[in-house]
């Protein structure tokens, strides 16, 4: 480590169920577990401990990342007084996004809830998925504006909008990029979605596909399914309040540059690479715009994000270091985020999972050993030549260990919703689905074949 020019020591904390918390230090730049241990809680009494095991095992490190933890925060202010102490981008601007958003999402979130709208709504594809699935030919129709005179398949179209319809709802409940609330939304999302489909669903409703009045029932019934729900003004006043909420912290996730919505790591983002200079100046700018506002005086939500902003500013922004290294010189970074320390206890998590079956790990966490997050180290080439020490691997040191096969996952039972046809799933994916199927009606129509 020395010879690299020193660590950047990263600090994480988890636990489940009433488990004792399992705080673990990692090095960003080898890449490896230095130490672990329970505690009790997150107090900094109990860390404090913890970090001069570390800081006598392996000195002062160059440099801290860590979340928003008053705990964590207090402890370093005591073991490294004078080591560069910085809050991870990520965890900082996810806390001024459940300040902006969580008050309105969790009244979404109820309000759905509350009517059931998920639970009728799968009643209805229950109902209408056999139909579905004995007129298939419908989805290439569709997928290629093709008409038909076929008066018993017509009298199915409005089966398979409904059916069609509902699966495009419960997309908006996919939405997002695997960072959780509140850079994805699902609730919300999922809410405008059935907004939508319930003006679709009464404009197709009005349109007769054939002779016999009674084909128009799925769409009618799903239609009134939504009745409560379009009728909570609760739930639209949250839907329209949550907006400005959105654009204020969409701009400083986007001025932070993290989190990239066009990212598919998720969770494993490091942000979009960019100087911390310009990020700092573009910060900045973005404070100054939130307090010029005719409306910052009365706002006490944006006044709480600029005083975190102002509170936690120094912690925010690392300039690179330079130091000695084995091969001279040598400018590092320190990383944004601490997500090298969140994957470590995912990885662990989804281990345990796979071995056990189980979801919750609170057992798991209270009976494991503490420094069993140091398996990881295994995955690190340097760190397995010191400790083959001469073995070619590792078998040769640990023979009599057996390699237990991974759990097969459990089989979705046969009633499940989610089985639907690969081509319509591909067509529920688009965006624009709703608009697309309420043209192809048209053109129906519009061909002469639909009865008015």
Not at 139 to 158: A, F, K, Q, Y
Not at 217 to 238: A, G, I, Q
């Amino acid at each position: 480590m020395a010879l690299k020019g020193g660590y950047i020591l990263h600090l994480d904390a988890t636990y489940e169920d009433k488990s004792p918390l399992l705080m673990t230090g990692l090095d960003s730049i080898m890449k490896i577990v230095l130490g672990n241990c329970k505690l009790l809680s997150e107090k900094s009494d109990y860390i404090v401990p913890f970090l001069e095991d570390i800081k006598n095992l392996f000195g002062e490190p160059l440099v801290l990342v860590h979340d928003m933890s008053k705990g964590i925060i207090k402890a370093v202010g005591i073991v490294f007084l004078n080591t560069l102490d910085f809050i991870c981008h990520f965890h900082f601007l996810r806390y001024i996004g459940k300040y902006l958003l969580e008050s309105e999402y969790d009244n979404i979130r109820k309000r759905l809830t509350k009517h059931g709208v998920t639970g009728k709504l799968n009643y209805r594809l229950r109902k209408f998925k056999q139909t579905v699935d004995e007129n298939m030919q419908l989805i290439d129709m569709l997928n290629h504006r093709e008409s038909t005179s076929c008066g018993e398949l017509l009298c199915t179209v409005p089966v398979f909008a409904a059916y069609s319809l509902i699966i495009w709802a419960f997309e908006g409940k996919k939405q997002g990029n695997g960072y959780g609330f509140p850079f994805d939304r699902p609730h919300l999302d999922f809410a405008k979605r059935l907004k939508e489909i319930h003006a679709d669903l009464d404009q197709l409703r009005k349109i007769k596909l054939c002779k016999d009045y009674k084909s128009n029932k799925p769409l009618h019934k799903t239609f009134f399914d939504l009745s409560d729900v379009m009728n909570d003004k609760s739930l639209w006043k949250s839907v329209d309040r949550i907006e400005s909420g959105i654009e204020t912290f969409e701009k400083l996730r986007n001025t932070l540059r993290i989190a990239p919505k066009t990212s598919k790591r998720g969770l494993n983002s490091e942000g979009s690479v960019a100087s911390i200079w310009t990020i700092e100046k573009g910060v900045n700018k973005f404070r100054k715009e939130i307090v010029s506002t005719k409306e910052y005086s009365e706002n006490k939500q944006h006044q709480e994000m600029i005083e975190q902003l102002d509170r936690y500013w120094e912690k925010l922004f690392a300039d690179p270091i330079e130091v000695e290294t084995s091969d001279g010189k040598k400018i590092i970074q320190p990383q944004r985020t601490n997500n090298y320390a969140e994957q470590n206890f995912r990885d662990l998590k989804r281990g345990y999972r796979k071995k056990t079956g189980n979801g919750s790990l609170g057992k798991n966490l209270r009976t494991m050993l503490a420094n069993t997050p140091l398996v990881k180290n295994l995955q690190n080439p340097e760190y397995m030549k010191l400790l083959l020490n001469g073995k070619t691997s590792l078998e040769e040191l640990f023979a009599e260990i057996d390699v237990n096969e991974v759990r097969n996952e459990l089989a979705n039972s046969q009633g499940n919703i989610e089985k639907i046809p690969a081509k319509l799933k591909k067509l529920t994916k688009k965006a624009d689905y709703p608009k697309m199927l309420k043209n192809y009606y048209l053109e129906l129509k519009s061909n002469g074949i639909l009865w008015q």
